[in-house]
T-cell receptor, first 115, second 114 residues
């Protein structure tokens, strides 16, 4: 299975600022996914990112708030823009190798605290 | 749309006791099914997956799960709990189309008492 390196692992940010989270996969993957895990909650999909096209956002998430880049088949970034304390969460990226039945690999997560 | 229900947000067992974490899904076509574990301050680790082969699936750390189509269930079990099993467990489903994302259940926090 693929291995995903995600950074930063944690950050404390001032409200109104932006943070960019990076995920690097050790093999080429077609689709990458970004999830949010609010404190004590399950994972909610933010968007799906294909290389060479705009990300597809789930209901409740918009590109202006969570812009995503996918410049190649091994890398993606998620930016949390104009942060507020409500954005304090764990953000995780995920990918699967070509076929979903192989399972999805996750990055170790970014624990974001907005003060 | 897919949905996943995990009965019991918190489950407490004694060390050495049976672990049973429940997961039910809603889908007219059996999806791919997964169990993930999340230890404190860590990402998600795949425990096991069902992809239409054997209905009883064995995973890591002594866990197994049985797919029951008639009950739309994929419950996770372990015969004897260990203190190191204390973690958050997530059941997830994916439709049988390439590229579909995972839909997660609400999670179950497993606590193991000495």
């Amino acid at each position: 299975s693929a291995v995903i390196s995600q950074k930063p692992s944690r950050d404390i940010c001032q409200r109104g600022t932006s943070l960019t989270i990076q995920c690097q996969v050790d093999s080429q993957v077609t689709m990458m996914f970004w999830y949010r895990q609010q404190p004590g909650q399950s994972l909610t999909l933010i968007a799906t990112a294909n290389q060479g096209s705009e990300a597809t956002y789930e209901s409740g998430f918009v590109i202006d708030k969570f812009p995503i880049s996918r410049p190649n088949l091994t890398f993606s970034t998620l930016t949390v823009s104009n942060m507020s304390p409500e954005d304090s969460s764990i953000y995780l990226c995920s990918a699967h190798l070509d076929r979903p039945q192989y399972g999805y690999t996750f990055g170790s997560g970014t624990r974001l605290t907005v003060v | 749309a897919q949905s996943v229900t995990q009965l019991g947000s918190h489950v407490s067992v004694s060390e050495g006791a049976l672990v049973l974490l429940r997961c039910n899904y809603s889908s007219s076509v059996p999806p791919y099914l997964f169990w993930y574990v999340q230890y404190p301050n860590q990402g998600l680790q795949l425990l096991l997956k069902y992809t239409s082969a054997a209905t009883l699936v064995k995973g890591i750390n002594g866990f197994e799960a049985e797919f029951k189509k008639s009950e739309t269930s994929f419950h996770l079990t372990k015969p004897s709990a260990h203190m190191s099993d204390a973690a958050e467990y997530f059941c997830a489903v994916s439709e049988r189309n390439a590229g579909n994302m995972l839909t997660f259940g609400g999670g179950t926090r497993l606590m193991v008492k000495p």
